[in-house]
């Protein structure tokens, strides 16, 4: 009986979001799909390309349902969100690593470390 139920549910329209954000603007669309649609074939069909034609889907953006990055290929399950992420404009482990870099040479009050020697008031 619970089978008979979700073929039924399965076989009807399922409700979709396809959400993209910019620093200036954030566009959600919902729509009803056929079950089995893809991730891709969703941002196709949401009109999204419209709005935002420099979407690459095919290169540098990625997808993600909730957070999680997905493939274009998955098919979509009711109520899923598509997400298309913006490429990175730097890569996040060089920034750790200048950031690191930075602090190294300060003091733990945030001030520039002096050399031995200068400004510390003793004569050699």
């Known amino acids: ?19 993209h ?15 089995g649609i893809t991730a891709r074939q969703a941002v196709e069909r ?7 034609p420099d979407i690459d889907l095919m290169g540098e ?3 993600g349902v909730f957070g999680k990055l997905i493939k274009p290929d998955q ?3 009711d109520g899923d969100r598509v997400e298309v992420y913006r490429p ?3 890569d996040p482990k060089e920034v750790r690593r200048q950031r690191a870099k930075q602090k190294k040479g300060k003091d733990p009050a945030g001030e520039p470390e002096e050399s ?6 003793e004569e050699a």
């Open 116 to 121: 031995a020697g200068e400004g510390s008031g």
């Open 61 to 63: 953006n990625k997808l």
């Open 75 to 77: 098919p979509l399950r």
């Open 21 to 35: 954000a910019r620093p200036e603007s954030q566009v959600l669309l919902s729509f009803e799909a056929e079950p």
């Open 1 to 19: 009986m619970a089978d008979e139920a979700a073929n039924q549910e399965s076989s009807g329209p399922i409700k979709v979001e396809v959400a």
């Open 46 to 52: 949401s009109g999204i390309l419209d709005k935002f």
């Open 88 to 90: 990175l404009i730097a």
